[in-house]
């Protein structure tokens, strides 16, 4: 995994901020960073944060 943040909510900050800046979707920014999507969800999950497609960031 690259070098992200582990801490579950600096992980959703850094994330919604290069899906908003970055990537049209999750799927391309975990190929980007060769991130395992389904251990990102199950994280953010953990402290209720979901993808949602249509805004593409983690509510």
Do not use: W
């Not at 251990?39 to 953990?46: N, V």
């Amino acid at each position: 995994m690259a070098a992200i943040p582990k801490d579950p909510v600096m992980l959703m900050s850094f994330l919604n901020t290069q899906l908003r800046d970055n990537y049209s979707s999750f799927e391309d920014l975990c190929g980007a960073y060769d991130l395992d999507a389904e251990e990102i969800r199950e994280k953010l999950s953990a402290i209720d944060y979901h993808y949602d497609v249509d805004r593409n960031q983690f509510v």
